[in-house]
């Protein structure tokens, strides 16, 4: 599937009728660049499942931030895939919904029925396909 989307507005109700497809056990990888959105997705599916109030900091210096059954990661940092287990990775792949910004590294250890989210550049918006 393939959308597109004008402004941050669009994304974030994008994300939020995404988020309601899903149900854990599920893994989401969220691919683009820096600035893409892909935290801007994650936090909208957090607080469409978690609640409006619910704060989401970026994990990019923590690396996973949990929710109650959802785990999001960002493996921006990582540089072993070996350290993936340290981190817990594969528990939220067996347990929660998982969010994972940058999975490159971690493409070894996603499950076959991994949501991959990839977000590009379109002009002022962002377009974004949706590929299982």
Same mark, same amino acid.
């Not at 599937?1 to 402004?7: A, V």
């Not at 919904?97 to 490159?104: H, R, V």
């Not at 002009?123 to 299982?132: E, I, P, S, Y």
């Given at each position: 599937?393939?959308?597109?989307?004008?402004?941050v507005?669009?994304?974030?109700?994008? %994300?939020?009728?995404?988020?309601?497809?899903?149900?854990?056990?599920?893994?989401?990888?969220?691919?683009?660049?820096?600035? &893409?959105?892909?935290?801007?997705?994650?936090?909208?599916?957090?607080?469409t499942?978690?609640?409006?109030?619910?704060?989401?900091?970026?994990?990019?210096f923590?690396?996973?931030?949990?929710?109650?059954?959802i785990s !999001?990661?960002?493996?921006?940092?990582?540089?072993?895939?070996?350290?993936?287990?340290?981190i817990?990775?594969?528990? %939220?792949?067996?347990?929660?919904?998982?969010?994972?910004?940058?999975?490159?590294?971690?493409?070894? &250890?996603?499950?076959?029925?991994?949501? !991959?989210?990839?977000?590009?550049?379109d002009?002022?918006?962002?377009?974004?396909?949706?590929?299982?």
């Open positions: 599937m393939e959308y597109t989307l004008q402004n507005d669009e994304m974030r109700a994008w %994300a939020a009728d995404f988020a309601r497809s899903l149900r854990a056990p599920a893994t989401v990888a969220l691919h683009g660049d820096l600035g &893409m959105g892909k935290s801007e997705i994650a936090r909208a599916v957090i607080k499942l978690r609640g409006a109030d619910t704060v989401v900091p970026s994990p990019t923590t690396i996973v931030q949990n929710y109650d059954g !999001h990661f960002d493996l921006y940092r990582i540089e072993d895939a070996d350290e993936l287990a340290e817990g990775l594969q528990h %939220a792949i067996d347990n929660d919904i998982t969010l994972i910004e940058w999975p490159d590294i971690a493409a070894g &250890m996603l499950p076959a029925g991994t949501v !991959h989210v990839y977000i590009t550049p002009g002022d918006g962002r377009r974004v396909v949706v590929k299982q």
